[in-house]
């Protein structure tokens, strides 16, 4: 029966849909993924700027560290999966929100953060993930205490 060229036809052209199927398929998924993650940075963008103006973080122009503990604190209860670090100026993380054993860097690149401090950055902008070698992800940042002279 493949012999025929009616039966040689069938199966080619349902072997060219199913591969396109799988290529629609695979191309869906990545485009989604982009465009989520895309659409939850826009969202939050403003969210470390927001933290720190909502919970006085910033007491005579210094970084109140007793009200940075406490805010970690209460993120990681409200939810668990904003992840909170305060950064020096040249990407050390100084202080963080997760369980000790979590976090895998000791620093990260500030060229992503830089561009979106700068503004104007095109989203998803993807930075280090502290908690994996390898992985970047989305994130908002907010200098600390104040945009012209920055602690962390």
């Given at each position: 029966?493949?012999?025929?060229?009616?039966?040689?036809?069938?199966?080619?052209?349902?072997?060219?849909?199913?591969?396109?199927?799988?290529?629609?398929?695979?191309?869906?998924?990545?485009?989604?993924?982009?465009?989520?993650?895309?659409?939850?940075?826009?969202?939050?963008?403003?969210?470390?700027?927001?933290?720190?103006?909502?919970?006085?973080?910033?007491?005579?122009?210094?970084?109140?560290?007793?009200?940075?503990?406490?805010?970690?604190?209460?993120?990681?209860?409200?939810?668990?999966?904003?992840?909170?670090?305060?950064?020096?100026?040249?990407?050390?993380?100084?202080?963080?929100?997760?369980?000790?054993?979590?976090?895998?860097?000791?620093?990260?690149?500030?060229?992503?953060?830089?561009?979106?401090?700068?503004?104007?950055?095109?989203?998803?902008?993807?930075?280090?993930?502290?908690?994996?070698?390898?992985?970047?992800?989305?994130?908002?940042?907010?200098?600390?205490?104040?945009?012209?002279a920055p602690d962390g």
């Amino acid at each position: 029966m493949i012999h025929s060229l009616y039966a040689r036809l069938a199966l080619t052209l349902t072997g060219l849909l199913l591969l396109v199927g799988i290529l629609f398929a695979v191309l869906t998924v990545a485009a989604t993924r982009h465009a989520l993650v895309e659409v939850q940075q826009a969202l939050n963008q403003d969210l470390a700027r927001n933290l720190v103006a909502d919970r006085n973080l910033v007491r005579d122009g210094r970084l109140d560290r007793d009200a940075l503990a406490q805010t970690f604190h209460d993120y990681m209860v409200i939810n668990p999966s904003i992840e909170i670090y305060l950064l020096d100026a040249g990407g050390r993380i100084l202080a963080y929100s997760a369980d000790p054993g979590q976090v895998k860097r000791n620093r990260v690149s500030l060229a992503p953060i830089h561009r979106f401090l700068r503004g104007g950055a095109a989203f998803p902008l993807l930075g280090d993930d502290p908690r994996s070698h390898d992985r970047r992800k989305t994130f908002s940042v907010t200098p600390l205490p104040a945009a012209d002279a920055p602690d962390g």
